[in-house]
């Protein structure tokens, strides 16, 4: 090893820098104006790669001292297939978010999209999300005929997040029947008739759906293949970085 303006480790080596785990608490400690550290892999490898030991304990730590900073950030831009990060689990789970977690684009899952619900006798239950072709919006209200008519007002923000334009109304009766139909839907509400006639007086309930606004996407849209990187993922060579016996780094 050898320093000047700065250390280098001159090889050829299987390993650049080691610490022996019964010497150092922390093996290595690296302060920089811009970066503590900056790894660079010059074949198709890894360009840092952590082993975490103990249960709980995680293989890479990140984590910021700074007003709105950021713990770990991961980037890729060259090519549709890049991954800005990945993860990958056989038994647990691939990622695990304590707190909000907010998306600035699309999301897409291949598997089911459920949330855990506790019950009475304390278990936890999932119920699964209702999936369409299109974007759609859903609202839900309760309404009474009056002398047979009775007429609905649309909640002004669910009209804000809404296509201009026909929307479904699906109604339920919960008393006599008698023949609900709907009448003169328009960017404000809709009227709900009995075509019992003038004395129907019942309750009923509605269910209104309407497009997305400034989204239209195409109708069964065809996505490309995710597992081609699953299986890129999945086949780097877990032992690259693996500590030595006697516990180095």
């Not at 907010?102 to 999209?113: A, I, P, S």
């Not at 009056?146 to 007429?151: E, I, S, T």
């Not at 309407?210 to 990187?229: I, K, L, N, W, Y």
């Amino acid at each position: 090893m050898t320093s000047g303006d700065k250390w280098r480790a001159v090889g050829p080596a299987s390993v650049g820098f080691e610490t022996k785990l019964s010497t150092f608490a922390v093996g290595a400690r690296i302060n920089g104006l811009e970066s503590g550290l900056v790894a660079v892999c010059e074949d198709s490898g890894t360009g840092v790669k952590g082993t975490g030991k103990g249960e709980g304990r995680p293989g890479v730590h990140g984590f910021s001292g700074s007003h709105n900073g950021v713990g770990v950030k991961g980037e890729a831009h060259d090519g549709e297939g890049t991954i800005g990060v990945w993860g990958r689990s056989e038994d647990g789970y691939a990622g695990y978010f304590d707190g909000p977690v907010h998306v600035n684009g699309d999301l897409e899952v291949d598997g089911n999209k459920g949330v855990t619900v506790r019950m009475d006798d304390g278990t936890y239950r999932v119920l699964y999300a209702v999936e369409a072709p299109e974007h759609w919006f859903e609202d839900f209200g309760f309404g009474r005929l009056v002398d047979g008519r009775a007429q609905v007002t649309l909640d002004p923000g669910f009209v804000a997040v809404t296509e201009e334009g026909p929307y479904h109304v699906f109604l339920t009766e919960y008393e006599a029947a008698s023949g609900l139909y709907v009448t003169d839907r328009n960017s404000r509400g809709f009227g709900v008739r009995a075509a019992s006639g003038a004395d129907a007086r019942s309750e009923f309930g509605y269910r209104v759906v309407a497009r997305r606004r400034g989204m239209q996407p195409e109708r069964f849209a065809v996505r490309r293949d995710t597992s081609a990187a699953r299986r890129t993922g999945s086949s780097e060579d877990s032992s690259a970085a693996s500590p030595s016996k006697d516990g180095a780094a």
